[in-house]
């Protein structure tokens, strides 16, 4: 039997291999972190389109109450909906709060841009013109609406 008097027991990891596992685990989370915050985006994107849809519903059911005339503007057409019961409580997916209508508004510029200055990320936004409306969503940019494939996103009737 040859004992080997030289033979240590390895109690732990070296300095080095932890450091070289920091730097790659450093390393992967920086090539996913961007993916994932722009996953996020895309998703709270989809919310909005969502609330978008929800609000096209209630323009819809407005416009048949009104035998084919479209609400003037936002705040008729949720007097209208709260009054028959049908309007929804938005949840503003940037901010997680509910969104009575209060911050709805009821114009927006042909190029896209929210015409009130200061129009929050998430909200919906309704244009109504005799038998037609639009319903716009903004961005994570506040101030301006949803893109889709470089257009503005938005929903009507026409």
């Not at 849809?53 to 035998?67: K, L, M, N, R, S």
Request: glycine residues 8%; charged residues 15%.
């Amino acid at each position: 039997m040859i004992i080997n008097k030289f033979h240590k027991k390895m109690a732990g990891f070296t300095l080095v291999e932890l450091m070289v596992v920091i730097v790659i685990i450093s390393i992967l989370l920086m090539l996913a972190f961007p993916n994932f915050q722009a996953s996020q985006n895309r998703a709270k994107e989809a919310g909005v389109k969502s609330n978008m849809y929800i609000f096209h519903q209630c323009a819809e059911v407005y416009t048949i109450d009104w035998g084919g005339i479209s609400a003037e503007n936002a705040e008729n057409l949720k007097e209208e909906a709260i009054a028959n019961k049908y309007w929804k409580v938005f949840i503003n997916p940037f901010t997680s709060k509910l969104d009575l209508g209060t911050t709805t508004f009821n114009t927006v510029s042909s190029d896209g841009l929210i015409d009130p200055n200061n129009f929050p990320a998430g909200n919906v936004a309704y244009k109504g013109q005799g038998n037609t409306y639009a319903i716009y969503g903004a961005g994570k940019d506040g101030g301006k609406a949803i893109l889709n494939k470089g257009l503005v996103y938005y929903l009507t009737n026409e």
